[in-house]
């Protein structure tokens, strides 16, 4: 078995991997460097089709945008060895011959890592940092936390100091495990804080540990879309894509329309997160509904996870958007079909039940009884990686204190390396089906009586648009059909090119017809045209579109 699904890969280790499947399958697969990070990392991106460089409709794939949700990254190169294994006939996938004929079809672009820097930092028991492990903003001489390997055994976990005041308490029958305090609690209480330091501490006040206050950008707010400066959406960045790893996917996104879906994969929670970010159902396009609802199905039945709308069920404040989101920016300005999955269904491996009102709110409500399942499960299944005893320390400001706690990389932000198998195989198991989507231009040339004839269709699920609401997007994503005499022949420049519109897919989404009234669209799907020509000889036939690329054919005239 590939050792990224059943382990966590540091950056050598990948880029390995992907220069290895590159070199043992030329022609098939190829691998770029996007950009590079601050520390000089590549941003390593597969494509893996055969003629890559040959237009056609293409799936994106993302992972570890968050330095600490490694699984990305896992699941990520799971599907480009999926893919790889279905083109070499090895797979051991359960999808029916014709769907991976269409997957042989397509491209995928796959970046496993988009955060290197970060991720290397948590993967060596550096600092937890929600992107990179950078902070370039000018701070007033006040104390804040910066947090860090304290006591030198290579990693960072928590500090606790017993305090009257304290808001935890240390559970009587799991010795270590600490529970929110209660009011019935006897003591002793402690405070808990991060593993590290306190930058201009006075040695008396300790500062409140605040997100992001020695880092400063989380990647997920830091695209264009619907951007918000950091007063408002922190995290945000000083502006819009002003971080190398965002701006190398929007710049490789933005030159490459072919992009039908795209898959953002972050940890942990098991649901998949869909548009819109900023406004409820009511308000999206209806069709593009219908269509996230059969990749819901999907999920649901092979992925294990359900699909919930960004703005009824994922946000963290009532009626406040989350700002700056990748697949918002995907979605709405590249017409894509774009969602996020985060991987590891820890709430339901915990038995706590569906539904809740907002798929966040797992999140936030839970129980003294739930964490404790947490560490059972610890025990049982993750092999006691996550719960660290506590061990005392002379901190060099705060004093006598214990270091300990969660070690959140494996079993709580990732799942157990037990587990991983399983995670990687559903996940791209479902994901192959929503690239099997994919619009597919045909094209069928005949001479007839001084004429060619050229019928082009569509014999994919989506339409060439391959959303209603990208029609309104520029560039035009109609389908041309252009004429180039090679030689002995000749047409009226004025029927080189023509213009057939859209092609309409097969597939109509989820509950978006009455299904005991079976009726067909009429000729939707296919579009002809007809061209007189003189002479006799050679001459190229391309059916061709932005989003769905371009099928060539050369025809002899007689």
């Not at 799936?59 to 070499?88: P, Y």
């Not at 397509?106 to 990179?132: H, K």
């Not at 951007?227 to 408002?232: I, M, V």
């Not at 964490?371 to 006691?384: P, T, V």
Request: one cysteine or more; a negative charge; hydrophobic letters at 35%.
């Amino acid at each position: 078995m590939s050792p990224f699904r059943t382990n966590y890969l540091k950056y050598e280790e990948i880029t390995r991997i992907v220069h290895d499947w590159a070199k043992s399958n030329p022609g098939l697969v190829r691998v770029k460097s996007i950009g590079k990070s601050i520390e000089g990392r590549d941003f390593w991106l597969l494509e893996i089709g055969k003629n890559p460089d040959q237009a056609r409709a293409a799936a994106w794939v993302d992972g570890n945008m968050h330095a600490i949700e490694v699984c990305g990254s896992s699941v990520a190169l799971a599907i480009a060895e999926d893919v790889i294994a279905i083109h070499r006939g090895e797979d051991k996938t359960d999808l029916p011959a014709h769907v991976k004929e269409r997957i042989k079809g397509i491209l995928f672009y796959v970046l496993p890592r988009m955060c290197p820097d970060g991720a290397e930092q948590i993967l060596t028991g550096g600092a937890l940092v929600r992107s990179n492990p950078r902070d370039r903003r000018p701070h007033p001489p006040l104390p804040r936390w910066v947090t860090g390997d304290a006591d030198g055994d290579g990693q960072t976990l928590c500090m606790r100091r017993e305090d009257p005041s304290g808001e935890f308490v240390e559970d009587k029958e799991l010795p270590g495990v600490m529970l929110p305090r209660q009011l019935e609690d006897p003591g002793p209480y402690f405070k808990l804080w991060p593993e590290g330091t306190i930058e201009n501490f006075d040695g008396t006040h300790v500062p409140d540990p605040v997100y992001l206050s020695d880092n400063d950008i989380d990647l997920n707010r830091n695209f264009p879309y619907g951007w918000k400066p950091d007063n408002e959406q922190i995290g945000a960045g000083p502006f819009g894509s002003s971080e190398p790893e965002s701006r190398a996917v929007i710049e490789f996104a933005t030159t490459h329309p072919n992009i039908f879906s795209w898959l953002n994969l972050h940890t942990f929670g098991g649901c998949y997160i869909r548009p819109l970010g900023g406004q409820p159902d009511v308000k999206m396009n209806q069709e593009d509904l219908a269509v996230y609802r059969q990749i819901g199905e999907w999920g649901d039945k092979i992925g294990g996870y359900p699909m919930v709308s960004g703005f009824e069920e994922f946000i963290y404040e009532p009626e406040k958007p989350i700002y700056g989101d990748i697949t918002d920016f995907i979605y709405h300005t590249r017409g894509a079909i774009a969602y996020a999955c985060e991987l590891w269904d820890l709430f339901a491996r915990l038995g706590i039940e569906r539904p809740k009102k907002k798929f966040v709110d797992y999140y936030s409500h839970l129980t003294r009884e739930d964490l404790k399942k947490l560490a059972k499960l610890d025990k049982e299944l993750n092999k006691s990686r996550m719960f660290r005893p506590w061990k005392k320390f002379k901190h060099p400001q705060l004093g006598n204190v214990e270091i300990g706690g969660i070690a959140q990389l494996v079993g709580l932000n990732n799942p157990p390396y037990e587990i991983l198998p399983e995670v990687c195989q559903r996940q791209s198991a479902m994901y192959l089906r929503v690239a099997a989507m994919a619009p597919t231009l045909e094209l069928d040339v005949k001479v007839k009586e001084g004429r060619v004839e050229v019928e082009v269709s569509n014999a994919g699920y989506l339409p060439s648009y391959v959303l209603d609401s990208a029609k309104k997007l520029n560039p035009n994503p109609a389908v041309f059909v252009e004429v180039e005499p090679i030689s002995g022949v000749t047409i009226d420049p004025r029927d080189a090119r023509t213009e057939v519109g859209h092609l309409e897919g097969w597939g109509r989404g989820l509950y978006n017809e009455y299904i005991f009234y079976q009726r067909s669209l009429g000729t939707v799907s296919r579009r002809s045209v007809s061209i007189p020509v003189k002479g006799r000889g050679k001459l190229r036939v391309r059916a061709k579109g932005l989003r769905v690329g371009e099928v060539v054919k050369e025809i002899t005239v007689e």
